[in-house]
């Protein structure tokens, strides 16, 4: 019998029982939209029902946090009878890996992310672009100043700029520009890794 539930999707996922290789799977969706992972569903969506569950509840949400640095909701239900295991994970805005690889949930599939894919993942993540990247052995000779006075212009009409860099010499222009993106990255990074830590003393203290 059927079970009265979405079927696999973008944002659901079925297991008949866990293992912690699972993990990549929740790591695709908080690197995604987010998601849900029921365990003791076989893929047709028919209930098989998964035993020790009360003791996955308590597991799972722990590893998520030492492996993946996120936390995840474990919820018990009951469906025809049987135990199944419900684990909510959120989108995060920062990218999310699962020993030193990027997961990624893409319709009902999850895919591992590497090459120029998961180049553009991070990329896209942590608000940065293939601008941001640094030609090495280039000089400021080499660069076309009516190109980057142009888009000047259209950064200050954006309001993304200050009035005043108009009139700052092409040198401090672009090391101004260089080190507002390492803050920025560096204040998204040490953000991830404090909510990180305050999380796992959550975890360990409750």
């Not at 993304?160 to 700052?168: E, G, S, T």
């Amino acid at each position: 019998m059927r079970i009265n539930m979405k079927t696999e999707s973008q944002n659901v996922e079925f297991k008949e029982s866990w293992r912690d290789e699972y993990l990549k799977w929740l790591c695709g969706f908080a690197n995604a939209q987010g998601g849900e992972l029921y365990i003791g569903i076989r893929d047709d969506g028919s209930v098989c029902g998964v035993e020790n569950a009360m003791r996955l509840i308590e597991n799972i949400p722990n590893k998520a946090v030492q492996l993946l640095g996120i936390v995840v909701d474990a919820d018990l239900l009951k469906k025809e009878g049987r135990d199944v295991v419900r684990i909510r994970v959120n989108s995060y805005s920062v990218p999310i890996s699962y020993r030193g690889c990027y997961h990624y949930r893409s319709g009902a599939t999850k895919q591992e992310l590497t090459g120029t894919a998961l180049q553009d993942f991070l990329f896209r993540k942590m608000g940065l672009s293939w601008d941001d990247i640094e030609c090495a052995g280039v000089d400021l000779d080499e660069i076309d100043t009516h190109a980057v006075r142009y888009f000047l212009r259209n950064a200050i009409e954006s309001g993304r700029m200050p009035a005043d860099a108009v009139d700052m010499p092409l040198n401090e222009l672009i090391e101004g520009i260089h080190e507002q993106k390492i803050r920025k990255v560096q204040q998204k990074q040490f953000f991830h890794v404090h909510l990180c830590t305050l999380r796992s003393l959550t975890f360990t203290f409750s």
